[in-house]
């Protein structure tokens, strides 16, 4: 489809989702949303898929939500966008999510990398929440992954200035997970999407289910949690053909299974 919002590639069992309106710095507006929705309601369905990397092209990754949209919109009439449902199969993805980030990630773009496990960024990425510039604040996690993943000092300056954090600048603050050479950015997203491909899908999908949900628990039920996911990987044939591979000193096969 020529004017489809965004475009999918599907490969070695790694999803490339491409935003692709950059004339207008992939603004997310109604039909990029529901895209969105609907690519990633399809592959967390497939199990095939190993990751997900999302990513704006080489020039932006996404300038926010559109505010043509939501310029004159009541309460009711935003909560009737359902933006909420819209976002659900992207944060509630079981699949390792990597977002691949050049150019701007602001508003709500910076708010689709923070949903996903691992930030990739060339030298190229800012990232930023400034909706108090327009009279609002981030309404899809913005500010409660970010106090979550940067602290209340640094979450707090870039919420209230609406100012932008370089690539570099939010890579020491952990925010960034690696920093890509130009140009590079999305060979090393396909780079690490294709370590964690090679992985057993149950070990993975377990360690994403224990970050996801333990992050908000007390450390007790969070350690319990964890050791729930930890026992019930022994069901698994991977976990037999992991640990034999290694005593036997071959690779191991992984089924997913
Ligand atoms: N919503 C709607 N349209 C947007 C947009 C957004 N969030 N961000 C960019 N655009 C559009 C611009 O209106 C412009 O469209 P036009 O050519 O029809 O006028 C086009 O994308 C290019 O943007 P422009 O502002 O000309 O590019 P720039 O390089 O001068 O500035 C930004 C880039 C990102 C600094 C600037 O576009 C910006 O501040 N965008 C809004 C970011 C924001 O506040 N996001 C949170 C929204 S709640």
Request: proline share 5%; charged share 20%; hydrophobic share 50%.
């Amino acid at each position: 489809m020529a004017d489809a919002p965004l475009r999918l590639e599907i490969e070695d069992r790694i999803a490339v989702i491409t935003l692709d309106q950059p004339d207008r710095l992939n603004a997310l507006d109604l039909p990029l949303r529901r895209a969105l929705h609907d690519t990633f309601a399809n592959l967390n369905a497939n199990p095939d898929i190993r990751a997900i990397i999302i990513t704006g092209g080489e020039t932006v990754f996404a300038a926010g939500a559109d505010i043509r949209l939501l310029a004159d919109k009541t309460p009711a009439a935003v909560r009737g966008l359902g933006f909420a449902d819209l976002w659900r199969p992207i944060g509630e993805s079981p699949k390792p999510l990597i977002a691949a980030v050049c150019g701007y990630a602001l508003g709500a773009g910076c708010e689709l990398a923070l949903m996903c496990d691992i930030i990739v960024a060339d030298g190229t990425a800012q990232f930023g929440q400034p909706e108090c510039k327009v009279g609002i604040m981030p309404g899809a996690g913005g500010s409660q992954r970010l106090i979550r993943t940067l602290g209340k000092q640094a979450a707090s300056l870039l919420l209230m200035t609406g100012g932008n954090l370089t690539a570099e600048r939010a890579f020491q603050l952990g925010l960034v997970s690696e920093l890509a050479e130009a140009g590079g950015c999305l060979a090393a997203a396909r780079k690490i999407a294709g370590r964690i491909a090679r992985m057993p899908p149950l070990a993975i999908a377990a360690i994403k289910q224990s970050l996801a949900v333990g992050a908000d628990l007390p450390l007790p039920a969070a350690l319990a949690l964890e050791n729930r996911e930890f026992l019930l990987l022994f069901v698994t044939q991977d976990q037999k053909e992991g640990m034999a591979a290694f005593l036997e000193k071959r690779q191991a096969e992984f089924k997913g299974i």
